[in-house]
């Protein structure tokens, strides 16, 4: 290719001021002298082109390709009803039209959730990615096939950085049905016991404006309600236990509805104990009377109301009653006004001594099986007349005294029972035999009537009871010397691991649960924990957000302890289930962008494309998988690249220069030759003149 070019002899504003004094004296002269001053004009404006070195160049140029990017959308909400395949077939004859474009090279990317980190769609990162390395002059235009439903728009095309036509071709139809369910406001802690709030409305497009909501907390429902779509409304959920809180609302589906995975919406509610209200009843003082004191007093959550039983009623010591100074036992305030403000009763040592009437006996039974906790420390005065299990407390207990009292060195054990359950699992010390922890020298002989043996003492007999009752729990320690760990007998023992594990399992932690299944996820595997005292449990049933499920079966690991795992194929909450226990994990965010907003649109990305020269339509057909995709057409010049029935990709004609020629124009021969023969001839020309005015 050859082309003109100059390299000016002297500055450029030099040169252009001798121009404009050759023009100006080339003028005059012809005003002055007429035509015989052409000549000399000649030689001025040849001296001019000299001074600006002209050259001829001849490049050799090798044809480069312009590039065109096709986006393809396989996120989520591009999934949903027919528009996979939709997104197939679009694709398939962009490319095949593409490939009849000559000069044109085809770059696909495809952009998947996993790309998104769980935060929507990314198409335009993946399109800025894509085209990186092409010199902007070179990129003939951008194809994205989606559902319009972009979450990193740029807000206009200065920002998109795209100097040719970006073309919208949007899959889905019409008229869609969907609702939703959208999070205005959701509380992330919360006070056990306590309401929490959680502000949501419902949006819906094609349907009656009315939604039904149902509220589950744990997988339990706790509420049905109506509520108008649209309109913002309260929702107050009840913090059940300390710990992780799973609160899930859904709404009613629709008729022919795109997808059910944004109908719910899930909250994690952590639930934070305001304060563990202890009752501790010390019956006849013994050398391990402060070991649960001491216990209860180290832990700052925990607000103990302690009383010591010194003085029975019936104790006539002729000590005048204004000189005692001993409290009144407030039996009545604590144990028929105010039990249910305690999460824990324990009786440490305690006889019945005609102090509680049995009505209060009756109170705390109630109290139990409305889900309190009750925790019996006993002594010898368990197998006499004056029994705990005499008392309407019996029916609870999960031993009765059988009247013996064990007085000999002991070791206690971790019963078979006990090695799977979270109290006394692990419990340090019990991973040999005999256990390496002191010894006890007294137990309480008994026979279990419910629960589980989970430690046991001389001749496997039970030495601490568990059982529920009803919605509450209750211990039975069958012996009085878990002191003598805390006192160091014999090298002691783990009594602050036991004794807070058995605390914390009486007011329902969830760590501690017997029976309980758990499920987290980690990237995009899913790993579940099946906790339970039987030997083989049923496999695990997962619910995916597209309401698609499988199973995968558990495999042993500790105790009492079984794991699955497995990898899942898309962001939102799953569903995990096994025999009657459910659990929630959320695979990248609980609530995912991508399915927030589902109904496909090509007005979302309008804007931005008219504003590159191209556009954005709607290629989905009502009915079926078939695509009407318009015709890609080159374009070589103009600003508008966009038809009712064609989209246009701006061609630029690019090269790589091979090689370069350069021919200078006025040095050497030639260029003194033509200076030469302009003087010359305004010599002739000025003489001539004169020979005619002298004849």
């Given at each position: 290719m050859w082309s003109l070019t100059f390299a000016p002899l002297v500055p450029l504003p030099l040169l252009i001021g001798l121009a404009v004094l050759a023009a100006l004296a080339a003028g005059a002269a012809l005003v002055l002298a007429g035509r015989s001053a052409i000549l000399r004009a000649l030689a001025l404006t040849v001296l001019t082109i000299a001074l600006a070195d002209p050259s001829l160049v001849f490049e050799e140029r090798e044809p480069v390709k312009d590039v065109v990017a096709v986006?393809?959308?396989?996120?989520?909400?591009?999934?949903?009803?027919?528009?996979?395949?939709?997104?197939?077939?679009?694709?398939?004859?962009?490319?095949?039209?593409?490939?009849?474009?000559?000069?044109?090279?085809?770059?696909?990317?495809?952009?998947?959730?996993?790309?998104?980190?769980?935060?929507?769609?990314?198409?335009?990162?993946?399109?800025?990615?894509?085209?990186?390395?092409?010199?902007?002059?070179?990129?003939?235009?951008?194809?994205?096939?989606?559902?319009?439903?972009?979450?990193?728009?740029?807000?206009?095309?200065e920002a998109l950085g795209l100097r040719a036509p970006l073309h919208v071709l949007t899959t889905g139809r019409e008229r869609e049905i969907d609702r939703r369910i959208v999070l205005v406001d959701s509380p992330r802690f919360g006070i056990v016991g306590k309401d929490q709030n959680i502000r949501l409305r419902v949006v819906e497009k094609g349907g009656p404006g009315r939604a039904a909501l149902t509220v589950r907390r744990d997988g339990e429902v706790i509420a049905r309600r109506e509520v108008i779509a649209g309109?913002?409304?309260?929702?107050?959920?009840?913090?059940?236990?300390?710990?992780?809180?799973?609160?899930?609302?859904?709404a009613a589906p629709l008729d022919n509805e795109l997808t059910l995975a944004n109908n719910r919406a899930v909250i994690t509610i952590e639930g934070v104990r305001d304060k563990l209200r202890v009752l501790l009843v010390s019956g006849e003082p013994h050398p391990g009377e402060r070991t649960w004191r001491n216990l209860l007093k180290?832990?700052?959550?925990?607000?103990?109301?302690?009383?010591?039983?010194l003085r029975p009623p019936e104790k006539q010591d002729g000590t005048p009653i204004n000189e005692l100074s001993l409290i009144a036992f407030p039996t009545r305030e604590l144990f028929q006004v105010k039990i249910k403000d305690f999460d824990l009763i324990i009786f440490d040592r305690y006889a019945n001594q005609s102090i509680l009437p049995l009505l209060y006996f009756d109170n705390i039974v109630r109290y139990v099986r409305e889900g309190g906790a009750l925790l019996v420390a006993a002594g010898p005065e368990y197998s006499g007349s004056q029994s705990l299990a005499r008392t309407p407390l019996g029916q609870i207990l999960p031993a009765q005294p059988d009247g013996s009292v064990?007085?000999?060195?002991?070791?206690?054990?971790?019963?078979?029972?006990?090695?799977?359950?979270p109290v006394t699992r692990d419990l340090p010390?019990?991973?040999?035999?005999?256990p390496r922890w002191g010894e006890w020298l007294r137990m309480v002989g008994a026979r279990a009537r419910t629960g589980s043996a989970v430690m046991t003492g001389p001749g496997e007999r039970p030495l601490l009871m568990l059982a529920r009752e009803q919605k509450g729990r209750v211990a039975l320690f069958l012996s009085d010397h878990a002191w003598l760990w805390a006192r160091?007998?014999?090298?002691?023992?783990?009594?602050?691991?036991?004794?807070?594990?058995?605390?914390?399992?009486?007011?329902?932690?969830?760590?501690?649960?017997?029976?309980?299944?758990?499920?987290?996820?980690?990237?995009?595997?899913?790993?579940?924990?099946?906790?339970?005292?039987?030997?083989?449990?049923?496999?695990?049933?997962i619910t995916a957000p597209d309401g698609s499920t499988r199973t995968v079966p558990f495999e042993p690991g500790r105790p009492g302890l079984f794991t699955a795992r497995t990898a899942t194929t898309e962001f939102?909450?799953?569903?995990?289930?096994?025999?009657?226990?459910?659990?929630?994990?959320?695979?990248?965010?609980?609530?995912?962008?991508?399915?927030?907003?589902?109904?496909?649109?090509?007005?979302?990305?309008?804007?931005?494309?008219?504003?590159?020269?191209?556009s954005s339509r709607r290629i989905g057909q009502e009915s079926g998988s078939?695509?009407?995709?318009?015709?890609?057409?080159?374009?070589?010049?103009?600003?508008?690249?966009?038809?009712?029935?064609?989209?246009?990709?701006?061609?630029?004609?690019?090269?790589?220069?091979r090689g370069v020629q350069i021919s200078p124009l006025f040095i050497g021969l030639i260029g003194l030759a033509l200076l030469f023969g302009a003087l010359v001839a305004g010599w002739i020309g000025e003489s001539g003149r004169r020979f005619r005015k002298e004849s």
């Open positions: 986006v393809v959308d396989r996120s989520g909400s591009n999934r949903l009803s027919d528009r996979a395949a939709q997104t197939q077939a679009a694709q398939a004859e962009v490319e095949n039209q593409l490939r009849g474009v000559s000069g044109v090279e085809t770059r696909t990317v495809e952009v998947t959730d996993a790309q998104g980190a769980g935060d929507g769609t990314r198409l335009f990162e993946a399109l800025a990615s894509s085209l990186a390395d092409v010199p902007s002059e070179r990129v003939a235009g951008a194809i994205v096939i989606t559902d319009g439903l972009a979450h990193d728009a740029p807000a206009n095309a309109q913002t409304v309260q929702v107050p959920v009840r913090i059940d236990r300390g710990g992780p809180n799973v609160v899930e609302i859904e180290a832990d700052a959550n925990v607000d103990l109301v302690h009383f010591t039983i064990i007085d000999e060195a002991y070791r206690a054990r971790v019963s078979e029972p006990g090695r799977r359950h010390g019990a991973e040999v035999e005999p160091g007998f014999r090298d002691g023992g783990p009594h602050l691991d036991l004794l807070r594990r058995l605390g914390h399992w009486l007011m329902k932690e969830p760590d501690l649960e017997e029976e309980a299944l758990r499920a987290v996820a980690r990237g995009r595997n899913l790993e579940i924990e099946r906790q339970t005292l039987g030997d083989a449990p049923a496999p695990a049933t939102g909450l799953h569903k995990v289930t096994t025999e009657n226990l459910t659990a929630f994990a959320s695979v990248g965010p609980e609530n995912p962008r991508e399915l927030m907003e589902v109904v496909s649109d090509p007005t979302h990305l309008q804007a931005l494309a008219e504003a590159t020269g191209g078939g695509v009407s995709v318009p015709r890609i057409v080159p374009v070589r010049s103009g600003r508008q690249f966009a038809g009712a029935d064609w989209i246009g990709l701006r061609i630029s004609d690019s090269g790589i220069v």
